[in-house]
């Protein structure tokens, strides 16, 4: 009997610690605390042009969207996917965000970002657009590697890490 309450013990707690996770119109989320959620990883199933609300409700419950995947690649590898705009409500980015996303051809960051992480945009061979927030201070490791389209970058005045 101690073994089986033991196990179950253990069980429970394990199953408490994964992360809760839900899809609404599309996107998945990653609940981080009681009012706010990051876009998750969807495994590549990103497809079109995806604009993240600022806030979603699931459960009667609101939650204020303030990362991209914390855990890092929230749209890796999604082929199909050509478009992203972010809310201003995003605060961080996760590495490799959107590595692989060989149709994305622009991406809209929000203002309240400090860094765009390491591999963020990597092999993104069709970005041509992509705006750099003002408030911007490091550019990560292979950041915009294999972006073969993306002809200009301007980096803003704040910017003082590049690569690093």
Do not use: W
């Not at 707690?13 to 998945?28: L, P, R, S, W």
């Amino acid at each position: 009997m101690k073994k089986f309450t033991f196990l179950l013990f253990l069980v429970c707690g394990v199953m408490a610690c994964k992360a809760q996770t839900f899809v609404e119109n599309g996107i998945t989320y990653s609940v981080l605390t009681d009012s706010t959620v990051a876009v998750a990883s969807n495994k590549g199933a990103y497809a079109g042009a995806v604009t993240v609300p600022a806030t979603v409700t699931h459960n009667d419950s609101a939650f204020h969207v303030v990362a991209v995947a914390v855990a890092a690649r929230a749209f890796q590898a999604s082929k199909s996917l050509t478009a992203v705009i972010l809310p201003e409500s995003i605060t961080s980015v996760g590495n490799y965000a959107f590595n692989q996303c060989r149709a994305l051809t622009t991406v809209h960051l929000p203002e309240g970002l400090t860094e765009v992480p390491n591999y963020t945009f990597y092999f993104c061979t069709s970005l041509t657009s992509v705006n750099i927030p003002a408030g911007i201070t490091r550019v990560g490791r292979s950041a915009f590697s294999y972006c073969t389209a993306l002809s200009n970058l301007t980096l803003p005045a704040t910017c003082t890490e590049l690569g690093g």
